[in-house]
């Protein structure tokens, strides 16, 4: 089974609007952490946001907020306010373990285009 | 800038040959992590080092191998190189058991 799951391959979103890209998380761990990356076109991994599991509150930082159901299992990025500069893939991870190991297991990414 | 850094940024090479890619992780992080970004299988974990050793292994490939050096600075080695081994491949590291962890800017690898 698929650990982390971004059902959407691509979403075309009108600028200033507001975006959520879904990410739902298997895991049987009771302690793990869930980060979410933007990769635009030039290849680099940019960290955005994290989430722990045993945060009471969502994560937010900047224009990003992470919207935490863990009952659900899902860690859904949204961005407010989008920006041109917003158009980017973005990947959902998650980490699972305790201290020292903490290697991310990644999903398919979703392809964030913002039109003018 | 994340305080990774990766060298060299590209790296062309033909099949069968041997290339090193080299992390350097911020200042402090103790664990350095390898990942592999291919069109077909996505972004794979490959190994991780904390503090010079070994820490968990994922889909590395036996002709690949790695190490943590004493000033914490990575070296990923690539054998016997394949046409399908054409990659980016990152580097990231974080303090351990962090709310974080950084990647480098990544190596593109071309093998022709």
């Known amino acids: 089974a698929q650990k982390i799951t971004q059902t959407q391959p691509g979403m075309f979103v009108q600028e200033k609007e507001a975006v959520t890209l879904d990410c739902t998380y298997d895991?049987?761990?009771?302690?793990?952490?869930l980060f979410w990356y933007k990769q635009p076109s030039s290849g680099e991994m940019i960290f955005l946001i994290y989430?722990?599991?045993?945060?009471?509150q969502n994560a937010t930082e900047g224009r990003y907020s992470l919207n935490f159901q863990k009952a659900r299992k899902s860690a859904n990025l949204v961005i407010s306010a989008s920006q041109l500069g917003d158009s980017a893939m973005y990947f959902c991870?998650?980490?699972?373990?305790?201290?020292?190991?903490?290697?991310?297991?990644f999903g398919t990414g979703t392809r964030l285009t913002i039109i003018p | 800038d994340s305080g990774v850094t990766q060298t060299p940024k590209h790296l062309i090479t033909a099949t069968g040959q041997r290339v090193t890619l080299r992390c350097s992780p911020r200042?402090?992080?103790?664990?350095v992590y390898w990942y592999q970004q291919s069109l077909d299988q996505g972004l794979q974990f490959l190994i991780q080092?904390?503090?010079?050793?070994?820490?968990a292994k994922g889909n590395i490939l036996e002709r690949f191998s790695a190490q943590q050096f004493p000033d914490l600075h990575s070296e990923l080695n690539l054998s016997s190189l394949e046409l399908g081994d054409s990659a980016l491949y990152f580097c990231?590291?974080?303090?351990?058991?962090?709310?974080?962890?950084?990647f480098g800017q990544g190596t593109r690898l071309t093998v022709v």
């Open positions: 990231a590291s974080s303090p351990g058991g962090a709310e974080e962890a950084f």
């Open positions: 895991t049987s761990d009771p302690s793990y952490g």
């Open positions: 989430q722990g599991s045993y945060d009471q």
């Open positions: 991870a998650m980490r699972e373990g305790g201290f020292g190991n903490e290697k991310l297991t």
């Open positions: 200042s402090g992080d103790l664990s």
């Open positions: 080092y904390y503090n010079g050793e070994e820490r």
